[in-house]
């Protein structure tokens, strides 16, 4: 596992990992800052700070295990409670988080959906779960196949068999992602693609094509290189209640007949 999360790391600090995460950040900004509770938790991907619109009590970055600081531009984020933990055995009781992230946590797991059971497991009912992946029906995903395929190949003509994305993981389709969400009881409220831009390795390049993000966001919206998915953990036969106040209705006097009235 450190492995993987090594090769992200490093490829999150080149020109397109700072576009693709800066599209993040404020995707998971809009997402969670009007989502209330008590406890919510981030697991991996600690260059992201995915919780810090939120305003829970309780928030914690679940990592697999101790990584160096991650060199950040701009100003020092606030500091975090990091939990050491494995993705597949979260250290929760059932029903007890709000909220849970998964930024590229599932594509980098070996086991993903029992990664997925897990989050189930420790979010409370109407908790939410937020996962941002890599989507291989883009752009980027074309490119990262070709390179892997020219790379099992042995094809070295042009640089085909160069990588674009992390070597690490394996990318999961919003479509199967769906599905495993709707298996596990979830139902999902909103999803959305982003980082529409060429596979340019350049700032330059990529700013150069910055017109793509508005054309793509209306024209082929499903190409974007990364998804972005919020569901909600649903409980059949369970119903939320509002507060136990009922109206008191007015009672009328009943009428009482007079005797002797003159």
Known sequence: MSEKIIGLTEWFATAPGQYLLAWEQAQFD????????????????PELDAL??????????ALPEVLPTPAHHGAAPAPRLALITDAAAL???????????????LELSADPHHVLREVERVLVPEGRVVISGFN?????????????????????????SSLYLPEAGDFIGSWRMRDWLRLLSFEVESDRFGCYRPAMRTEAWLQRYAWLDRAGARWWPIFGAVYFVVAVK??????????????????????VSVANRH
């Open 136 to 160: 291989p029906t883009s752009l980027w995903g074309l490119r990262q196949a070709r390179g892997r395929l020219c790379g099992r190949l042995g094809i070295r003509a042009f640089g085909a």
């Open 30 to 45: 809009l997402a969670v800052a009007d989502l209330f509770g008590y406890n919510a938790m981030q697991l991996g991907l």
């Open 52 to 61: 810090q619109a939120n305003r829970m009590p309780h928030r914690w970055l």
């Open 91 to 105: 250290p929760f009781p059932p029903a007890s988080l709000d909220l849970v992230v998964l930024p590229h946590t």
């Open 234 to 255: 649903r409980v059949r036969g369970m119903r939320l209640l509002g507060p136990a106040w009922k109206p008191r209705r007015a009672t009328s006097a009943a009428p």
